[in-house]
């Protein structure tokens, strides 16, 4: 399920389509510029789809991310199956400290489901906004329990705090349960982890 | 004074074209405010014909004045003069009229003598639903008669407010002076009463006020009549409505009636280019109590950037678009790169600098059917200032161009080509929703090609132009939009300006002037009395609108100008403007053709885009 880039890429280039859902608000565009720059800026609601890459390189493998950051907001709900169709990752994202968006993002994952054949994509659920500690709604306990029952990974993140840790988590886990080679998996990671190069990279 | 009073006029000269046999008594709609709550009605009935009456047919001798036609080359003065001669009678009198004018107390005056006991209610306020009452209570009531009918009364239907997940930002508090005293208010509610956008406060706290402007747009429909205007004193309030939209203006302003519904229009169309109007009626009609701020939450910033575009940006009062001056050879080989970079389906290309466009290449089979109105791109333009998510990567979303198909979508390509300043703007326009990757291919080859030929660079150059590059004296400013651009029938309606300088660079002094010239436009555009050219000496400045077959231009001098100065410095700036236009517009937009199947995506060719418009929504009900 991971194609290979043929032609003008070069080999070795694992393309890997990631997309993020999950309501507005909840940081999914933060969370994606913390993937690509590694920064917390103010965002404006994202407007149907931004689409991102980040190019990951590993000691003898080149993973390119296509981030599709698509809109949370209602009125793109229908066009959101154009976006997240083919993904070999999606991160469903929730905001910890509001609970809709918690029931909201067991709707996604109903859709979600519907479309893919088990296996075929890694599915993350995301608990973000894990600086808002005080203001949680909801539970890790819930949140993992969750994970648990549908078979997903999961984690809490903050793009705002940038903690760095969890999002090369949800990078390397994701990655980890595409690449199918246990021989890749086992020398790509070791024990040094991905390494990455500065800066995204926005088309090549 | 006398300006306002032509204002004045004017205003009352719309109305009377309705006949005074109202449908509908007046006693009964005082009646029916009354039961909502309004116990300070203070009987409009009598005044409402009194306003009638007092139309004044003050300077009609103008209108013919001058209904001849000056060329563009303008060997002017003999003919020129005789006709800004003519204009003398009405000008001698603005002139000592005006001169004694103190700011805007004129039409205030004037409109106090028409409501005068009713100002009183003023004081009484004590909300925003009455704020809005009164002042339809204090004003007359402006009917007309074309049946609507078939409905039932939504104010039987205004239920319960439930209140959406994501909730609005805004927290202004609705029963605050400062909250009246905003210039424009705009009000956008469903037929039943429900709120949908309110510029200023949360359109929760306004419910009730918008169920009272609801109410009287109900109760003026059962009458079949459809109420579309409401004055008083200080305010205009504006009604349009659009299928089940219902949009609502309370203006202090002073723009005519027409202006002020034609910014609603664009306040429309802005909701349709996100929704389309297709799944805005169906999903009424599926349910009629619909919360459409479910579907438009998050959108609220587009709608308030419009119209602050609105307020400060001739373009849409002209109807026309502002490009970016260029050198003609730079924007013809940005042109090219454009037409090179091709992909079926792709529709329309779009280069924007600094929110201004650089040049727009067109599909032929399309543009054959139908041309790219000045709106489309203003509600492009507007969606594109108001999201700095742009500039976080390449954008894929769906966008309906409502006067180009109000029905269907396209789908729009965005990208920064010079991150990270992010001024330059691509804007790729296709009709197959599947077409992100071929499409983004194309900005490779545009971004390549536009660093091969050192674009970027000669873009950031460009800029606005002063004017005293048009090197005429006592001009401080002007707007010119031509009719009569080569192609003029598929072309996009375009106007040059030179930058606001001083004394207009503090935003209330251009607010001031961009008043003036509003109120300028809204005479020469008079539908009762529509006038060629107007001479007009105000306090700080003198200004001469003039309107041809070929042009329409609106000039500001300093005050003091000679008539004859003026005429001379007119003939001038045409001139200047005839040598340099070949770098102030657009004059060949140039065509590609990237449609394998020419009804594909033509105006009636809704296949491919339709199942998107249907998919979703109506699940969501
Ligand atoms: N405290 C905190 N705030 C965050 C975090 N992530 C995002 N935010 C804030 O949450 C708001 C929404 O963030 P976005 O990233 O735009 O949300 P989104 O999910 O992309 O929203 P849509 O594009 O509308 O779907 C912004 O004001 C962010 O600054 C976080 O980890 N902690
Ligand atoms: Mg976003």
């Given at each position: 399920n991971i194609s290979f880039h043929g032609g003008e890429s070069p080999k070795g280039t694992l393309r890997v389509k990631m997309v993020l859902l999950g309501s507005s608000g909840v940081g999914k565009s933060s969370l994606a510029l913390r993937f690509g720059k590694d920064e917390f800026r103010s965002t404006t609601p994202t407007v149907g789809c931004a689409y991102l890459t980040r190019v990951v390189h590993l000691s003898d493998v080149t993973l390119r991310f296509e981030i599709w950051d698509t809109a949370g907001q209602e009125k793109y709900h229908s066009v959101t199956p154009l976006y997240y169709r083919g993904a070999h990752a999606a991160l469903l994202v929730y905001d910890i400290s509001k609970r809709e968006t918690f029931i909201r993002a067991q709707v996604w994952l109903k859709e979600l489901e519907k479309q893919y054949t088990p296996g075929s994509t890694v599915m993350w659920l995301v608990g973000n906004k894990g600086d808002l500690a005080q203001d949680r709604q909801v539970s890790v306990q819930e949140g993992q329990a969750l994970a648990n029952d549908r078979d997903l990974s999961f984690t809490e993140t903050s793009a705002l705090a940038g903690d760095q840790v969890s999002e090369l988590l949800i990078y390397k886990k994701a990655v980890l349960g595409l690449i199918e080679s246990p021989d890749l998996t086992k020398e790509t990671f070791g024990n040094k982890g991905p390494k990455f190069k500065d800066g995204p990279h926005i088309y090549h | 004074m006398e300006r306002d009073n032509h204002q004045e006029g004017e205003a009352q000269g719309v109305k009377i074209?309705?006949?005074?046999?109202?449908?509908?008594?007046p006693d009964t709609l005082a009646t029916s405010l009354s039961l909502l709550g309004n116990h300070m009605f203070p009987d409009p009935v009598e005044r409402n014909n009194s306003t009638t009456d007092?139309?004044?047919?003050?300077?009609?001798?103008?209108?013919?004045?001058?209904a001849q036609e000056q060329s563009l080359d303008a060997e002017p003065p003999s003919n020129q003069v005789k006709k800004l001669e003519t204009e003398e009678a009405e000008n001698s009198e603005c002139q000592s009229n005006e001169s004694a004018e103190t700011t805007d107390r004129g039409a205030e005056d004037a409109a106090d003598r028409v409501t005068e006991d009713a100002a009183a209610v003023d004081n009484d306020q004590s909300d925003s639903g009455e704020f809005v009452v009164t002042m339809l209570a204090k004003a007359k009531l402006e009917e007309q008669g074309i049946g609507v009918k078939g409905?039932?009364?939504p104010l039987l239907e205004a239920g319960t407010q439930e209140s959406p997940a994501f909730m609005s930002h805004r927290d202004e508090d609705v029963t605050a002076d400062s909250w009246r005293q905003h210039r424009k208010h705009v009000f956008v509610l469903s037929e039943a009463g429900k709120p949908i956008y309110s510029r200023y406060g949360s359109e929760e706290a306004l419910s009730s006020t918008m169920g009272v402007m609801m109410a009287l747009v109900s109760f003026v429909q059962s009458g079949d009549n459809i109420i579309r205007s409401v004055y008083s004193e200080q305010h205009t309030v504006v009604f349009l409505q659009k299928g089940p939209l219902v949009l609502v203006c309370v203006s202090s302003s002073r723009q005519s009636e027409q202006q002020l519904r034609g910014e609603l229009l664009y306040v429309y169309y802005q909701i349709i280019s996100m929704l389309t109007q297709a799944s805005i009626s169906r999903i009424f009609e599926h349910k009629k109590n619909y919360d459409l701020r479910r579907l438009l939450a998050g959108s609220e910033k587009i709608l308030d950037g419009l119209l602050n575009l609105v307020d400060s940006d001739p373009s849409f009062l002209l109807a026309a678009i502002h490009c970016l001056p260029l050198a003609s050879s730079l924007r013809d080989s940005l042109s090219q790169i454009l037409q090179k970079a091709i992909t079926p389906n792709l529709v329309f290309s779009i280069l924007i600098a600094k929110n201004q466009l650089l040049t727009i290449v067109q599909e032929k089979t399309v543009i054959e059917d139908t041309r790219l109105e000045p709106a489309d791109v203003h509600l492009l333009l507007n969606l594109i200032g108001a999201s700095s998510a742009f500039q976080a990567g390449e954008i894929w979303t769906p966008i309906c161009l409502p006067l180009f198909n109000p029905d269907c979508y396209f789908y729009a390509y965005i990208s920064y080509l010079d991150p990270p300043e992010c001024t330059v703007c691509l804007l790729l326009l296709s009709?197959?929703?599947?077409a992100f990757y071929a499409v983004a291919e194309c900005k490779r080859k545009i971004e390549e090609a536009m660093v091969a030929q050192n674009s970027l660079s000669l873009i950031a150059k460009a800029q606005s132009y002063s004017v005293s590059q048009v090197g005429v004296s006592d001009l401080r400013h002007f707007m010119y939009k031509p009719f009569?651009?080569?192609d003029n029938y598929r072309q996009l309606s375009q106007f040059t300006s030179p930058e606001m300088e001083a004394p207009y660079s503090s935003e209330e002094e251009k607010m001031r002037l961009l008043d003036l010239y509003r109120y300028m436009h809204s005479r020469i555009h008079s539908t009762s009395r529509p006038l060629k050219l107007i001479y007009h000496v105000a306090e700080r400045e003198t200004l001469l609108a003039w309107v041809t077959s070929k042009f329409e231009l609106y000039t500001c001098f300093s005050p003091l100008v000679t008539k004859a100065c003026a005429i001379t410095a007119i003939t001038k700036l045409l001139r200047w403007i005839k040598k340099e236009e070949d770098r102030l517009f657009i004059r060949y937009p140039p065509k590609y053709s990237t449609t394998p199947?020419?009804?594909?995506?033509?105006?009636?060719?809704?296949s491919d885009q339709q199942d998107s418009t249907d998919n979703g929504f109506l699940s969501l009900l």
């Open positions: - | 074209c309705d006949p005074p046999s109202e449908r509908k008594p007092k139309e004044e047919p003050a300077d009609l001798h103008l209108s013919d004045v001058t409905r039932s009364s009709t197959d929703k599947e009569d651009v080569p199947n020419p009804s594909k995506s033509s105006r009636g060719g809704k």
